[in-house]
């Protein structure tokens, strides 16, 4: 269940949509799932699932997991980005994003790339886009609505970072922004953002980079 200083948390009630997103970092494996939350109690939620697939591997990491107690500090809201809030995202190689395609619900995606692969700019991130499976959920999704929450996690300490922000996409990549493998960029302006030190009860090592990234750059 989310605890109760995940930032999202006022929002799991019956009836809200909700995107999900199952990962094995050891396989590789992925698995998206898009619904209604049914029921919501102090021990689980029953999602009412309207959409189901699986997703390539491409860019997912290898890691190995181990089990690590949880933190029980509280979220920590940013006013905008420090110094150790952009350290984190300028060194992360994994993130993900949650959109929305208005009436037709919500959905979140994985990103991957080598680390450096998300420049920081005060507090706008570019994001490349890389080649995909050619399902452009995400990217349709930010045509009917750009705003979007990201949520990056380091592995090593079980930290998590929550930013919100509205999107823009570069279509026409100016020449000094141009970066292997990228089709396209989408900047975020973080609008909102909250640290959560320890939240994640697991840690994981790297074992290997995603072969998909080495046609990929890195800012």
């Known amino acids: 269940m989310p ?11 019956p009836g ?11 396989t590789r494996r992925r698995n998206r799932a898009n619904g209604v939350i049914a029921t919501a109690t102090d021990t689980a939620l029953v999602v009412a699932v309207e959409q189901s697939f699986g997703n390539c591997p491409q860019y997912i990491h290898i890691r190995d997991m ?13 006013d905008r980005l420090d110094p150790a809030a952009r350290a984190v995202i300028e060194t992360t ?7 929305t395609g208005g009436a037709e619900g919500v959905d979140i995606s994985h990103r ?19 080649s995909g499976n050619s399902y452009f959920n995400t990217l349709g999704n930010l045509l009917l ?44 302006r973080v609008t909102r953002a909250w640290r959560r030190r320890g939240a994640l009860p697991l ?5 290997m980079l995603s072969p998909g990234v080495a046609r990929t750059g890195a800012w």
Do not use: N
């Open 93 to 99: 190689d994994t993130l993900f994003v949650a959109t």
């Open 16 to 26: 809200a949509p909700i995107g999900l997103l199952g990962i094995d970092l050891a």
């Open 66 to 78: 181990q089990a690590a107690p949880a933190g029980a500090g509280s979220a920590e809201r940013l």
């Open 203 to 207: 840690r994981w090592s790297l074992r």
């Open 3 to 13: 605890d109760r200083d995940d930032p999202a948390a006022a929002w799991f009630r």
């Open 112 to 130: 991957g790339g080598k680390p450096g692969f998300v420049r920081v700019d005060g507090d706008t991130l570019t994001i490349p886009d890389f």
């Open 145 to 188: 609505d750009p705003r979007a929450a990201l949520l990056i996690a380091d592995f090593s300490t079980g930290d998590l970072l929550h930013l919100q922000g509205r999107t823009e996409i570069v279509w026409d990549i100016p020449v000094e922004e141009r970066l292997a493998g990228a089709e396209r960029l989408w900047r975020l």
